[in-house]
């Protein structure tokens, strides 16, 4: 019943992702109005598959690369509604739909899904960390979108180019304070959720987890997001220079993610 009810929550995504794609070609206005609901609408759904899943399985953790998928787009899109509340506009929407919609459709359609290496997923402690890290990522992401639509915006008014969709962006200042709020919210958890993974590692694997490739780009990535919040917190950095480094952050998180596939300790192993 999880898989239905995770098969249902796409459909809805499947609007957001129509909804992204007509609001870049400027034809996004008519569908402003449902999709707030559609998507949470998706959201309670997924919520549901996910309860369900655990009760089936009696493990708190995503035992596959499938199930940490869904997780993580549903984090990404919990976060987006939190973002939503509190400034009113969707269009940071124009990429994290896409992203949440692709997310949810591998974990949906994934047939004979990867297997954790790992033999600690039942650990209180291992779900803690994935719902820890899984959240910086998702609040990374937002920060991203919110960086990337500042760059498009920052660039549409220097260029004096006026079309649909830059009319309907917030303004500069808006996306600024939207990619700030979204990395401060999320770097405690990240940071939390790499301290509690380094605990669990050093138990199951001792200090040679810190040779390890995911290890050593974690720790890497969680250099750049403090650079990242120190800049925009002490040194003042705002505008262009703090979006480029938001999206670099961003790049950085993705290669963390990636290196899942060369590690030792979070290995994704073939059906």
């Known amino acids: 019943m999880s898989l239905l009810w995770l098969r249902v929550a796409l459909v809805f995504y499947g609007l957001g992702l129509v909804y992204a794609l007509a609001a870049l070609g400027g034809r996004g206005k008519r569908m402003a109005r449902i999709i707030l609901p ?3 609408t998706g959201v309670v759904f997924h919520f549901v598959s996910l309860a369900e899943a655990v009760a089936a399985s009696g493990q708190l953790a995503p035992a596959t690369i499938h199930q940490s998928e869904s997780v993580f787009a549903f984090l990404i899109l919990l976060l987006f509604l939190g973002m939503y509340g509190r ?3 969707l269009s940071p929407g124009i990429f994290m739909f896409p992203l949440a919609f692709l997310l949810t459709f591998a974990a949906a359609m994934g047939q004979s899904p990867p297997q954790f290496a790992s033999t600690a997923l039942r650990s209180s402690w291992i779900a803690t960390h994935i719902a820890l890290i899984f959240t ?3 609040a ?3 920060s991203f979108a919110a960086s ?3 760059l498009l915006q920052e660039r549409s008014i220097k260029a004096k180019q006026v079309d649909s969709l830059m009319t ?3 303004a500069l200042e808006v996306l600024d304070e939207m990619g700030y709020r979204a990395l401060l919210f999320g770097f405690p ?3 939390l959720g790499l301290l509690a993974g380094s605990v669990i590692a050093q138990e199951q694997f001792g200090a040679a987890y810190l040779r390890d490739p995911k290890i050593v780009l974690s720790l890497l990535m969680w250099v750049v997001y403090l650079v990242l919040v120190y800049t925009r917190w ?5 505008g262009r220079r703090a979006a480029f480094l938001s999206t670099f952050a961003f790049l950085a998180a993705l290669g963390a993610w990636a290196a899942n596939y060369f590690s030792g300790v979070h290995r994704f192993l073939g059906p």
């Open 38 to 40: 559609a998507m949470g």
């Open 87 to 89: 400034y009113q506009t």
């Open 136 to 138: 910086g990522y998702a």
């Open 140 to 142: 990374l992401a937002l």
């Open 148 to 150: 990337l639509l500042y």
């Open 168 to 170: 309907r962006l917030p």
């Open 189 to 191: 958890f990240m940071t």
């Open 234 to 238: 002490n040194a003042g950095w705002r």
